[in-house]
């Protein structure tokens, strides 16, 4: 079964526009990771975050944790149409080795 | 470094039919790992590897092996194939330390009519 749900599963905004991606989970964590799909491509990470840890910047990618909430979010600041791509969120459960647990992804589209 | 290879890159089978999906890396990673992705499913873990000699089941290992015979290679073999297992198949490898990042082939597109 799905650890991750992740909301919106589509997403269209205009190029310079901020685009927000989230992620819940279900059962406890060691990190939580993002990655990125290009049409008919291999999975590319972006970006982990450790349960311990609130937030994490890389470029212009801002990720937050909440694992109270169980839930995670993907913030991708001044979009451009290289963007446009399937985000996915993973999980490597507590325990749980390096199995990672991907969540439905979000479909992000970037217009000029 | 080529990173991590893959395979066909498309294979159309008829129902019954055996074959094997080929990865490589050239990392030097311990873990290694197969994925099938669905439409609207995400990607669900098939089996995967922690080293040579050592494999164990994901989510969905039915109508598949697998067996790790060297560090750089972990082929995925479908025993007879059926329509259900029409799918993309990826592959990944990272280092057995459970915070490091997973590296993703180019990935298997594979139909079975």
Redesign the interface.
């Known amino acids: ?2 650890q ?1 749900e992740e909301d919106p599963q589509a997403l269209s905004i205009q190029e310079g526009e901020n685009a927000t991606m989230n992620c819940s989970y279900k059962t406890s964590i ?2 939580l ?1 993002w ?1 990125r799909q290009n049409s ?6 972006l970006i ?1 975050i ?1 349960s311990n840890e609130r937030e994490k910047h890389s470029g212009r990618l801002r990720v937050t944790l909440d694992t109270s909430k169980k839930s995670s979010s993907l913030l991708i600041t001044a979009s451009r149409a290289a963007d446009t791509a399937s985000y ?1 969120c ?1 999980t ?1 459960l507590t325990g ?10 979000t479909q992000l589209k970037v217009e000029l | 470094n080529a990173g ?1 290879t893959q395979t066909p890159k498309f294979q159309v089978l008829k129902t019954g039919q055996s074959m094997t999906l080929q990865c490589a890396q050239d990392m030097n990673h311990e ?1 290694m ?1 197969w ?1 099938r992705q669905d439409p ?6 098939i089996h ?1 590897s ?1 080293g040579a000699g050592i494999t164990d089941q ?2 969905v290992p039915n109508g598949y092996n697998v067996s790790r015979s060297t560090t750089e290679d972990f082929p995925l073999r479908l025993l007879s194939a059926a329509p259900s297992q029409t799918s993309v198949y ?1 592959c ?1 490898s ?1 280092r ?1 330390a ?10 298997t597109r594979l139909t079975v009519l």
């Open positions: 079964s799905q991750g060691n990190n990771q990655y008919g491509r291999g999975l590319v990470h982990l450790r996915f993973a490597v749980g080795g390096n199995k990672l647990t991907f969540g439905t992804g | 991590v873990y790992s994925y609207g499913m995400g990607l669900r873990l995967y922690v994901g989510e990826f990944a990272g057995v459970s915070t490091d990042t997973q590296y993703f082939g180019p990935g």
